[in-house]
């Protein structure tokens, strides 16, 4: 897993470095989150109420999660503190979680990170739901998500696994695109 963060983090910093840009937070206000989210069904506001939290779980934990949440498209962002591309997606998963809020759970995998730099990162990073913590990979290998970061995993109302995208995305539009295509999450009031 080690040679796995290195790479990510070259090729992250090669990005980065190479594009010249500095990321910057795109965090709602909170009269912003309070007035999107207002209204969500009980097992999305359930989440909501977890925002920014970091949450150990084991495989089985996870697949509880994802059952509690059936009748709704689920969107899992595997991400490191330590993966470049993954800060360079975030504020792309800021915005998006917060349009999908009222009928998609939008949930984060934290995989192969320190506690410290995770907590570090939602800081930077705040967003409208939990992440769940996977230091040694095991959820994520049970997912079947792979080695790549950022992946973004789409199941169906059903909790079928859908469809993986592997890599950043770069824009509000692809992600919610594939989400309406995957799993049949639309924007609340779209």
């Known amino acids: 897993m080690r040679v796995?963060?290195?790479i990510a983090a070259v090729i992250g910093a090669s990005t980065v470095a190479a594009c010249g840009a500095v990321v910057r937070s795109a965090a709602p206000t909170p009269a912003q989150v309070r007035t999107a989210l207002a209204g969500s069904p009980a097992p999305l506001a359930r989440l909501?109420?977890?925002?920014?939290?970091?949450?150990?779980?084991?495989?089985?934990q996870f697949r509880g999660v994802?059952?509690?949440?059936?009748?709704?498209?689920?969107i899992v962002n595997q991400?490191?503190?330590?993966c470049e591309p993954c800060r360079m997606e975030f504020p792309?998963?800021?915005?998006?979680?917060?349009?999908?809020?009222?009928?998609?759970?939008v949930i984060g995998l934290?995989?192969?990170?320190?506690?410290?730099?995770?907590?570090?990162?939602?800081?930077?990073?705040?967003v409208t739901y939990p992440s769940y913590v996977d230091p040694d990979a095991h959820v994520a290998f049970s997912l079947k998500a792979?080695?790549?970061?950022?992946?973004?995993?789409?199941?169906?109302?059903?909790?079928?696994?859908?469809?993986?995208h592997i890599g950043p995305y770069a824009t509000v539009a692809q992600l919610l695109s594939d989400?309406?295509?995957?799993?049949?999450?639309r924007p609340s009031g779209g």
Do not use: M
């Open 4 to 6: 796995v963060r290195l």
């Open 48 to 60: 909501h109420a977890q925002a920014d939290r970091l949450v150990a779980t084991t495989p089985a």
């Open 66 to 74: 994802l059952r509690s949440l059936a009748g709704y498209p689920v």
């Open 79 to 82: 991400w490191g503190s330590w």
């Open 92 to 105: 792309v998963l800021q915005q998006a979680a917060l349009r999908l809020g009222r009928t998609a759970a």
């Open 110 to 126: 934290d995989v192969s990170d320190s506690r410290s730099g995770a907590a570090a990162f939602l800081r930077e990073f705040p």
């Open 146 to 164: 792979g080695a790549y970061y950022p992946t973004t995993l789409f199941f169906d109302r059903t909790g079928k696994l859908v469809f993986t």
């Open 179 to 185: 989400a309406a295509a995957h799993g049949g999450a």
